[in-house]
């Protein structure tokens, strides 16, 4: 059985296959053409009925050599074609995959549970990624080519997107897709799965009730997004939040919002809206909270600003390795966004805006952790003065409670 089964499943992968899909996939978008079907106005049933009846049809005609388990891939992988994303379709609807990464037409990966592996799925050549690129970004009226060779956006459910292509990657056009979860995880998620515990997650609760400026960090995958939507939660309602991003992924669960995205240039290179333009913008529009998705540029002086400026409760995140690898990251950020005061006024700004830093990463084996939680206690000779209050121990696998411990 499981060596049918690994044969039905080379025969999907088979370049034969990929052909004969090709051309069912010609002749179904002739019909479409020459009937002039308006696939908006038809329901998902209707035309996967349509699909496959054209499908089954057209093996009969062609007198091709499939059985009825090939015909069914035939059917699902066309409806895919024409009206989803492809070979990806299933990926996406596949809720245990948190991220789907091409790597060119043949080397296709998902992670799920925090580990990467590869799939057996594969797309017929460069130009079928491109066709699938160019199909999820069109809704988003987004666009790539060798004009704009790299393009981020976001999916309607919120799923991140990024494309790249030739000539900038030389093995094909490469796509990722970060999936988010559906429903929100909840402080119950996180103790369960070991995330955090209940003595962290109800410090944090508190700390964001009374408005403490944090922030979250973490490397690339580590949950930082996830974290600030669980952060979120404990917003008082009566507070008018506004939350600034490159591309919307918070899901903020709270009834006063306003959610502001920057925007790309236009062709001519005009008419960008930056970070930077949004947090400014944002100070306007008398929010109690600011939250940043990221800070990962200029933006960053003006965050400083707001948390500095009676926006008490204001949070973001930041890719950084380590809690002092996330202040030096402030300052070189701040560098980068032209600021020319002195290294001790940068960190007596960081130090009256920030209060608390919260690191979050992905272990080895793809479990993610709170590694620490700390406070920013002031600056002593030039030097932001941290202190501990939870720090996860690998050697027992568990957070330890610093808070009654005496500062080293």
Not at 85 to 110: C, H, K, M, T, W
Not at 123 to 147: C, K, M, T
Not at 251 to 261: D, K
Not at 379 to 403: C, H, M, N, P, T
Request: proline fraction near 4%; charge should be negative.
């Amino acid at each position: 059985m499981k060596h049918e089964a690994a044969t039905q499943q080379d025969f999907r992968l088979s370049d034969q296959y990929q052909d004969l899909k090709a051309k069912l996939h010609r002749h179904l978008i002739q019909l479409i053409e020459e009937r002039d079907i308006d696939f908006d106005s038809w329901s998902t049933e209707r035309i996967e009925r349509f699909v496959t009846e054209q499908v089954r049809r057209y093996v009969v005609e062609q007198r091709l050599p499939v059985n009825a388990r090939e015909t069914e891939w035939l059917a699902r992988d066309a409806h895919d074609e024409l009206v989803g994303y492809g070979p990806l379709q299933e990926l996406v609807d596949d809720d245990s995959v948190n991220d789907i990464v091409v790597n060119g037409p043949a080397r296709v990966f998902v992670e799920r549970d925090g580990v990467l592996e590869s799939v057996p799925i594969r797309f017929a050549n460069d130009r079928h990624v491109l066709r699938v690129i160019q199909r999820i970004l069109a809704p988003l009226g987004r666009r790539v080519d060798e004009s704009t060779p790299m393009v981020d956006a976001r999916l309607p459910d919120g799923s991140r997107v990024n494309a790249i292509i030739p000539p900038i990657a030389l093995d094909g056009p490469c796509l990722s897709i970060r999936k988010f979860r559906k429903q929100a995880l909840t402080a119950e998620d996180l103790i369960r799965f070991g995330s955090a515990t209940r003595e962290v997650l109800d410090y944090l609760a508190e700390r964001v009730t009374g408005r403490t400026n944090l922030i979250v960090l973490g490397g690339t995958g580590s949950g930082k997004t996830t974290f600030l939507n669980l952060l979120s939660q404990w917003i008082p309602q009566a507070e008018r939040v506004v939350t600034v991003e490159d591309a919307a992924e918070l899901r903020l669960e709270h009834p006063h919002v306003v959610r502001l995205e920057t925007r790309p240039p236009n062709l001519e290179g005009e008419r960008a809206v930056s970070a930077r333009d949004l947090v400014r913008n944002a100070l306007r529009m008398r929010p109690d909270r600011i939250i940043v998705g990221e800070v990962r540029g200029d933006e960053v002086l003006d965050m400083l600003q707001a948390m500095n400026t009676g926006h008490d409760g204001s949070m973001t995140t930041i890719h950084a390795n380590g809690i002092n690898d996330a202040i030096n990251r402030l300052e070189m950020l701040a560098g980068f966004a032209g600021y020319s005061g002195s290294e001790v006024t940068l960190r007596g700004q960081i130090v009256s805006g920030v209060e608390l830093l919260v690191h979050v990463s992905r272990l080895p084996h793809g479990a993610r952790r709170v590694m620490a939680v700390s406070e920013i206690t002031g600056l002593k000779d030039g030097e932001v003065q941290i202190r501990d209050l939870f720090r996860f121990d690998a050697d027992s696998d568990r957070i330890e409670d610093l808070r009654d411990q005496e500062a080293a």
